[in-house]
C-alpha cells in the first residue's frame, strides 16, 4: 500500500504484507485511514499507525473491489460477488440490498456515488456468454429507478461522479477499432454531452477526479493491453481537468487489478493512496 504526496512528489509504503491480498483503497472522510478489499472481505488500515482490522457485516456475500463511500462518511456501498449492490455502516453492522433478484437482469458493479449521496453510478452488465455488453446506469436510491447512460455494444466501466455531480468520468472502448483500447471520457449526469478525455496508444482505465476538481487520477496500461489485469508494468497518470493535454506520470509499478479500482484521492486532495504487486501471484 501505497501513499503519494503531490506537494513533495515522493511516495511512501503504508502497509505491505505478504499473506493478505489488498486492494482498491478508499479514505476516510476525515483522511486518518483506508478502506480496502481483502479475500472478499472489508478492511480498514488506519494511518500512520498501520493498524489492520476486518469490518465485520452481516447480509453482505464476499465482495468484490468496486466498494465507495457516501458522502455522509458513515455509510459504504458495496458490490457482492452475487452481482448485487449493498449499502451498510462504515463502522460494521447489518448490510442491506440496494438491488436484488426480481430487478433489472443485469450484473452490477459499483464506482460512484453522487455527492448527495442519493443516486449511484455502476457498470451494468447484460446478455449471455459472448454477446454480453457493459453499459453504464444511474439508480436513484430515493425512488429504485434504474436509468441506462450509454447504449452499444464497445465495453465502459469506471463511472465516477464529478465532486460537484454534473459530470461521470468513465472509461470506454467506443472511440477506436481496436480491441480492448480503452480510453477516458467524461458525459453529464443525465448521459449528454460525451467529450473523449485521453486520445493515445496507451490503454486507460479508472478516472477518479480530485475533491477540487483540478485533476483527474487514472491507470494507464502499455499498448495492447486487453481489460484491466494484475500484475503488469503500469503507469499512474495525472491529467489536469483545466487543459486536458499533456498528463504526467505519478508513478510506474507492476500492478493493474485492484490498484486503484474506487476513488483512491484522500480528502485533502494532496495524498493519492494505490496499491502496487511487487511479488508474484498479487493482484487478482
Not at 63 to 74: K, R, T
Request: some cysteine; aromatic content about 10%.
Amino acid at each position: 500500500m501505497r501513499i503519494c504526496d503531490l506537494d513533495s512528489g515522493t511516495c511512501t509504503t503504508a502497509f505491505e504484507g505478504a499473506e493478505l491480498l489488498l486492494e482498491a483503497p478508499n479514505w476516510t472522510s476525515d483522511g486518518r485511514a483506508l478502506v480496502l478489499n481483502g479475500q472478499g472481505l472489508l478492511w480498514r488500515l488506519d494511518i500512520p499507525t498501520a493498524d489492520l482490522t476486518q469490518i465485520e457485516f452481516t447480509g453482505l456475500p464476499e465482495i468484490n473491489n468496486d466498494h465507495v463511500l457516501a458522502p455522509d462518511g458513515e455509510t459504504i456501498f458495496l458490490t457482492g460477488n452475487d452481482f448485487h449492490l449493498y449499502r451498510a455502516p462504515l463502522s460494521g453492522g447489518p448490510a442491506v440490498a440496494v438491488t436484488a433478484d426480481g430487478g433489472p437482469c443485469r450484473w452490477h458493479f459499483l464506482h460512484g456515488v453522487s455527492p448527495s449521496g442519493t443516486e449511484l453510478a455502476y457498470v451494468g452488465i447484460e446478455g449471455e456468454a459472448d454477446q454480453r455488453t457493459a453499459n453504464i446506469f444511474t439508480l436513484d436510491l430515493t425512488d429504485g429507478v434504474h436509468r441506462q447512460l450509454t447504449f452499444g455494444s464497445p465495453a465502459k466501466d469506471g463511472p465516477e461522479y464529478s465532486p460537484d455531480g454534473s459530470w461521470i468520468f468513465f472509461n470506454t472502448e467506443q472511440f477506436t477499432h481496436d480491441d480492448g483500447h480503452a480510453q477516458l471520457a467524461r458525459m453529464r449526469a443525465d448521459g449528454s454531452d460525451l467529450t473523449r478525455m485521453t486520445d493515445g496508444p496507451r490503454v486507460d482505465w479508472f478516472p477518479h477526479p480530485s475533491p477540487d476538481s483540478r485533476l483527474l487520477a487514472y491507470l494507464s496500461y502499455e499498448p495492447g493491453t486487453t481489460g484491466h489485469p494484475a500484475g503488469r508494468q503500469i503507469e499512474l497518470r495525472l491529467l489536469d481537468l483545466e487543459t486536458m493535454v499533456n498528463p504526467i506520470t505519478l508513478a510506474a509499478f507492476r500492478g493493474g487489478q485492484g490498484t486503484i479500482n474506487v476513488n483512491s484521492w484522500a480528502p485533502d486532495g494532496r495524498r493519492f493512496a494505490f496499491v502496487d504487486y511487487p511479488m508474484d501471484g498479487a493482484g487478482t
